[in-house]
């Protein structure tokens, strides 16, 4: 009987090898991440698709059993993050709150806002309340994770108490940490959107494609996260899957732009796709300004009236939103105008493209008049990075 009791401390009921519970753990994980990026994310929090009840409970279930997190809770402080972002109301801002407490103290900064009841009656509203909702899943939140515990050991025995500490480390350290943290840190970013956000990887297998997550900040309610050509994101394929099998119905995806190289005049056709994807043309912009700087340096460098310093860190900051320059990087860059008229003309063109999509008050008509002028000035600038950008511009469909 001893030997029997200490067999089953040692392997549990499956007798299972290292790699086998090692097998068990990713796969289990990683259920788990798609559970949050699907059913949390996109399904509850931003409603960019619809799932069928089969897949809406496994997910519940399986969160409960992992996470403990309540689906109003969490849905709420996301929409909050996205109505705040970036300052001091926003929950998890590393632009505010600091890299460090981000990173390392996601998952409490989750727990404080869980329990701020203004936060979770405003922004969660439209989440599960069925009975099972409020009588298992949210009043008995944390007996899920404790009969987590318990499969475990009866699974894998003494080790099972290892895959659980994974299993409940991996949101805080994945979601709360890396994703909140250096997803507005660190990275690349296809789009200027608003915020700090960044895309941490082209690549989103391991967090469920929510690595990309400057796309998802620029396209919030867009239920696949990737964009160009050589991101993937795996939650996105996922979704595919059960839209295959009748099991998911997609709502909304960021728009793709669409072309007519036979266009010689923008009309009303292109206005309204211009303003549909303004952060694809203004991140195709902000290329043309990569060409017209690289037209410059060597004459710039040539004239040896400014640094080499100097006129790197100047390329950085024509990159960026000119909203957003701090009053030092703005008489940097007209220091840099006062030996460029091309890259001010850039620069100031830039400022005027964007203005038309936020001219709220004006018509349709003149919209359309002021992006006519735009593409005319342009196109007699004498710059070829801004002429051929102009004629792309005009063939917006």
């Given at each position: 009987?001893?030997?029997?009791?200490?067999?089953?401390?040692?392997?549990?009921?499956?007798?299972?090898?290292?790699?086998?519970?090692?097998?068990?753990?990713?796969?289990?994980?990683?259920?788990?991440?798609?559970?949050?990026?699907?059913?949390?994310?996109?399904?509850?929090?931003?409603?960019?698709?619809?799932?069928?009840?089969?897949?809406?409970?496994?997910?519940?279930?399986?969160?409960?059993?992992?996470?403990?997190?309540?689906?109003?809770?969490?849905?709420?402080?996301?929409?909050?993050?996205?109505?705040?972002?970036?300052?001091?109301?926003?929950?998890?801002?590393?632009?505010?709150?600091?890299?460090?407490?981000?990173?390392?103290?996601?998952?409490?900064?989750?727990?404080?806002?869980?329990?701020?009841?203004?936060?979770?009656?405003?922004?969660?509203?439209?989440?599960?309340?069925?009975?099972?909702?409020?009588?298992?899943?949210?009043?008995?939140?944390?007996?899920?994770?404790?009969?987590?515990?318990?499969?475990?050991?009866?699974?894998?025995?003494?080790?099972?108490?290892?895959?659980?500490?994974?299993?409940?480390?991996?949101?805080?350290?994945?979601?709360?940490?890396?994703?909140?943290?250096?997803?507005?840190?660190?990275?690349?970013?296809?789009?200027?959107?608003?915020?700090?956000?960044?895309?941490?990887?082209?690549?989103?297998?391991?967090?469920?494609?929510?690595?990309?997550?400057?796309?998802?900040?620029?396209?919030?309610?867009?239920?696949?996260?990737?964009?160009?050509?050589?991101?993937?994101?795996?939650?996105?394929?996922?979704?595919?899957?059960?839209?295959?099998?009748?099991?998911?119905?997609?709502?909304?995806?960021?728009?793709?732009?669409?072309?007519?190289?036979?266009?010689?005049?923008?009309?009303?056709?292109?206005?309204?796709?211009?303003?549909?994807?303004?952060?694809?043309?203004?991140?195709?912009?902000?290329?043309?300004?990569?060409?017209?700087?690289?037209?410059?340096?060597?004459?710039?460098?040539?004239?040896?009236?400014?640094?080499?310093?100097?006129?790197?860190?100047?390329?950085?900051?024509?990159?960026?939103?000119?909203?957003?320059?701090?009053?030092?990087?703005?008489?940097?860059?007209?220091?840099?105008?006062?030996?460029?008229?091309?890259?001010?003309?850039?620069?100031?063109?830039?400022?005027?493209?964007?203005?038309?999509?936020?001219?709220?008050?004006?018509?349709?008509?003149?919209?359309?008049?002021?992006?006519?002028?735009?593409?005319?000035?342009a196109e007699a600038s004498g710059i070829r990075a801004?002429?051929?950008?102009?004629l792309r511009l005009r063939s917006y469909a």
């Open positions: 009987m001893l030997d029997v009791a200490l067999n089953f401390l040692s392997n549990g009921l499956t007798g299972a090898s290292g790699w086998e519970i090692v097998a068990f753990t990713l796969i289990a994980t990683h259920i788990t991440i798609a559970a949050v990026t699907i059913y949390l994310h996109r399904c509850q929090a931003h409603r960019a698709l619809d799932l069928h009840a089969i897949p809406s409970h496994f997910f519940r279930f399986w969160l409960w059993l992992t996470t403990g997190m309540v689906t109003k809770e969490w849905a709420a402080i996301h929409r909050k993050h996205h109505a705040k972002c970036e300052t001091e109301d926003d929950p998890h801002s590393p632009v505010t709150r600091g890299i460090k407490k981000v990173l390392f103290e996601g998952a409490e900064l989750y727990r404080a806002e869980s329990k701020n009841k203004e936060t979770v009656e405003k922004y969660g509203h439209g989440t599960p309340d069925d009975w099972v909702e409020r009588n298992l899943y949210s009043k008995y939140s944390w007996q899920g994770v404790g009969l987590m515990l318990i499969i475990d050991l009866m699974l894998f025995g003494v080790v099972g108490l290892s895959v659980w500490a994974v299993q409940m480390l991996w949101i805080p350290v994945t979601a709360a940490g890396i994703i909140n943290g250096i997803g507005h840190y660190w990275g690349y970013r296809n789009y200027d959107c608003t915020d700090a956000a960044t895309n941490i990887f082209p690549i989103g297998i391991i967090i469920g494609g929510e690595e990309l997550h400057n796309n998802h900040h620029t396209f919030g309610t867009s239920a696949k996260l990737s964009s160009k050509w050589y991101e993937f994101d795996i939650g996105w394929m996922y979704i595919r899957i059960l839209e295959t099998l009748g099991l998911a119905k997609v709502k909304k995806v960021a728009p793709e732009p669409k072309f007519n190289r036979e266009k010689r005049v923008a009309d009303l056709d292109t206005l309204q796709s211009v303003i549909a994807n303004r952060y694809d043309v203004m991140a195709k912009y902000a290329k043309s300004i990569k060409r017209a700087w690289r037209d410059e340096m060597e004459h710039l460098a040539g004239k040896g009236k400014l640094e080499h310093k100097f006129l790197k860190s100047s390329g950085k900051l024509l990159q960026r939103e000119p909203g957003k320059l701090a009053a030092p990087q703005q008489q940097q860059l007209t220091e840099l105008f006062a030996h460029s008229k091309a890259l001010q003309t850039m620069h100031e063109m830039r400022v005027e493209l964007g203005a038309i999509w936020e001219r709220s008050n004006s018509s349709r008509e003149q919209l359309l008049q002021q992006l006519q002028d735009w593409c005319a000035r801004l002429q051929e950008f102009s």
